[in-house]
């Protein structure tokens, strides 16, 4: 029998939660159909899931809680009354969980630590009190900014007239009580549900399912698809193994808006300091991983039925090699040794090829005894 600790229930935000995901799955659907809906709203609600998406990742997140770049002021207050909107919390109470999640990553002291359960990472830890309450001493350089401590003072205020209120009046001036009433329920309710949501997958979902390419310590991975959904947030494995990179999709083809949107206002003077990891480093956690899986490939071989010979010493022989290449790239970072871009991409092809190859063996079946 499911017992809840009611005397622990965080009742207004539990109340907030379960009100606004009823409003968007009952209400906006029967607006939807009623009224349909023109481009005016569509494109209030993109403007607002855009920009309130945005405050998240570029402002709450690399910029407040992991210092990945300097930003003037214009850039502070827009992340920070838009961030409101989403109303995920204050920057700093939002920056406190967020940097006490990175330093206890799946132990006890994780507020969304994930082996607590999906629904505990995904939106539990929101409903329930946390004990004991998490510390604020960790975020003693964001209290001295006067910005932030302004919108912790009215962050609730702030989302609602711009976040609520204000896409309410734009949508009766547009058209009218109908119009009112769309732009509370779509670019409001709605926009503020999936927004949220879209954020709590990347504490659940990208703890539970995608690829770990750079670090297997703890269970961040990595997903393309939320990658999409909230701006470029969903490389989460590479987030965990170099956090104050300014960039999460470090790679040219992967979708990360929020990378994109820094570097532009770097060159637009309004972002400095973008703090990245060096492409060596990078490809040294790669190739460490790809070693690690071969290892850890082999000694299940070794263990169980063997796959065939000539498969195990294909593993033998991709382990040799990463840890040749491991090893050599290792001594030239620790000597401060350039390494030619030519002996870069060798490597990064030849680690992509290996990882291919362990893939593929782990679907082949075992041999009979």
Same mark, same amino acid.
């Given at each position: ?123 539990? =830890?929101?409903?329930? #009190? /946390? ?7 960790? *975020?003693? $350089?964001? +209290? ?118 820094? =570097?532009?206002?770097? #060159? /637009? ?7 990245? *990891?060096? $492409?060596? +480093? ?88």
């Amino acid at each position: 029998m499911l017992r809840i600790p009611f005397n622990r229930v965080n009742w207004i935000t539990s109340i907030f939660l379960i009100v606004t995901a009823l409003t968007a799955v009952t209400a906006v659907p029967i607006y939807l159909w009623k009224y349909g809906i023109d481009w005016f709203q569509a494109s209030m609600f993109f403007f607002y899931a855009t920009i309130t998406t945005m405050s998240i990742t570029l402002g709450y997140h690399r910029l407040f809680s992991h210092l990945a770049f300097k930003a003037k002021w214009p850039v502070k207050l827009t992340t920070l009354v838009f961030g409101a909107c989403a109303f995920e919390n204050s920057c700093l109470d939002w920056t406190a969980d967020h940097r006490l999640h990175h330093k206890h990553v799946d132990h006890d002291d994780d507020p969304y630590d994930i082996s607590k359960g999906f629904m505990w990472a995904h939106i539990g =830890w929101l409903m329930f #009190k /946390l004990k004991p309450e998490p510390p604020m001493d960790n *975020v003693n $350089d964001l +209290k001295k900014d006067k910005l932030v401590m302004w919108q912790h003072k009215w962050v609730h205020l702030i989302g609602l007239v711009v976040g609520v209120l204000l896409p309410t009046g734009l949508g009766y001036l547009w058209n009218g009580s109908q119009g009112a009433l769309g732009g509370f329920l779509l670019s409001g309710i709605l926009r503020i549900v999936c927004v949220q949501h879209c954020t709590f997958f990347i504490n659940s979902l990208c703890h539970t399912i995608g690829k770990r390419p750079y670090n297997t310590d703890n269970s961040a991975r990595d997903s393309a698809i939320m990658a999409v959904f909230t701006c470029g947030e969903g490389y989460h494995n590479y987030h965990h193994a170099f956090q104050h990179d300014y960039r999460n999709g470090v790679k040219p083809w992967q979708f990360d808006p929020t990378k994109w949107m820094i =570097w532009t206002l770097s #060159k /637009l003077g309004l972002a400095s300091n973008l703090r990245t *990891v060096p $492409d060596e +480093k990078i490809l040294l956690a790669e190739m460490r991983e790809a070693r690690r899986q071969a290892e850890q490939r082999l000694a299940a071989i070794e263990e169980n039925s063997p796959i065939t010979e000539k498969a195990t010493e294909m593993l033998h022989s991709f382990s040799q090699r990463l840890s040749e290449s491991y090893t050599e790239l290792e001594n030239a970072i620790s000597n401060k040794v350039e390494v030619s871009r030519k002996a870069m991409n060798q490597w990064q092809q030849e680690t992509r090829e290996m990882v291919r190859h362990i893939s593929s063996m782990k679907r082949l079946p075992k041999s009979s005894a």
